[in-house]
């Protein structure tokens, strides 16, 4: 009798052998059907890239989930089938594919594209248990238990969000692929082993998306071969939006930020970009080229040094989220405020915000350099004197 344990890695490899050979067909397929990706003012490549490689993580995502896995799980923890619990994230999540494919071959305006993203995460609240209905304030805070209409809409409004957060960093070679697996690995040890409100077809499905990418990724390392592609972006994009929501429902307070804190990367840098265009009078939806990647390539970092140091970024965001599920109340609110801090300090450095918008790093040099001090009392004092 082979045990189980077993039975999930040789599926996970599996996984991985069918998202790295379906990536090169998916590559030559995007070539004959226009999903290519042409160079201009605001892309990286010089030369025209097939995009659409999300086709082939949907892909070996489907096999497992609806192929392989039911097959290895008859019944677990009285929660019916398998097969049940997935197809309707598999429906939904090729909602999002034929979306992200019409986008990449014919670039869909923003409307038609959320439509899209709507309809998809309409499926999941009506037909699974991924609903956000009840949230528990962080820190010692009540549980609140939300109405049908606002549950509908908090739900719509986080997968939304989460799709098109992941989608905006999606810049660089490799940048979206690497930042989720570190994502949704991390996503799924804590629901593992934290997450007490959760069934096992959680972790077994969030390590079959990250595997899926994880056999593309090769491909879309720089120098990339082929893109994820709106295909790709919006997909990985939607499914971590969705696989999260059972933390962000969760009846255990710190796992309630624990997903907000693992997607650190991608929701940090949305907001900031629309606090950025709120500030400068620009449209939120205004494309720009002040985002993280764009800032540190400004800087001098090469392409490759680029996306390794927002790895890292995400890996420190994966890191304290675990760290916030075995702290103590105390030591979890010191590693927010310390996060808060380093995100705004980082953002501020690199002028992420804009130019001339570093508030903080100003504050610590009024602090901590008597001159400066000094000047700018003397700034305040005249301004004011007249």
Known sequence: MIPFALKYIIVLISTLIVSAIATPLVRFLSFKIGAVDNPNARRI???????????????????????????????????????????????????????????DIKELKPLPKLMGILLAASIIWIWTDF?????????????????????????????????????????????????????????????????????????????????????????????????????GALFIGFMIGVLSLQGLKNSTAVAVVTP????????????????????????????????????????????????????????IFSLTSLLLNVSSRFGGVLLMVSLVLGVLILSEMIGIFGENRTPLLNTLKFIGNSSYRQEAIAKWKSRHSK
């Open 131 to 231: 609903k956000f209905d009840h949230f528990k304030i962080p820190f010692g805070g009540p549980l609140l238990a939300f109405p049908t209409w606002l549950s509908f809409f908090l739900t719509i409004l986080w997968i939304v969000a989460i799709t098109n957060a992941v989608n905006l960093i999606d810049g660089l070679d490799g940048l979206v692929s690497g930042v989720s697996i570190i994502s949704l690995t991390t996503m799924g040890l804590v629901s593992y082993f934290f997450l007490h409100d959760s069934n096992i077809f959680l972790p077994l499905t969030i390590f079959i998306l990250a595997v899926s990418i994880t056999g593309f990724l090769p491909y879309n390392y720089h120098p990339a071969i082929i893109y994820l592609g709106d295909t």
């Open 45 to 103: 490549n010089k030369v025209p890239m097939p995009t659409a490689g999300g086709l082939a993580v949907f892909f070996a995502f489907t096999v497992s989930t609806l192929g392989l896995l039911p097959r290895i799980i008859q019944h677990l923890n009285g929660n019916g089938a398998y097969f049940h619990y997935v197809l309707p994230l598999v429906i939904a999540g090729g909602i999002i594919i034929v979306t992200g494919l019409v986008d």
């Open 260 to 315: 907000m804190v693992i997607l650190g990367v991608p929701i940090t840098d949305t907001v900031v970009a629309i606090i950025r265009r709120s500030l400068s009078g620009k449209k939120i939806y205004e494309a720009d080229r002040m985002h993280l990647h764009h800032r540190l390539l400004s800087m001098g970092l090469t392409h490759r040094g680029t996306v390794l140091v927002i790895y890292a970024i995400s890996f």
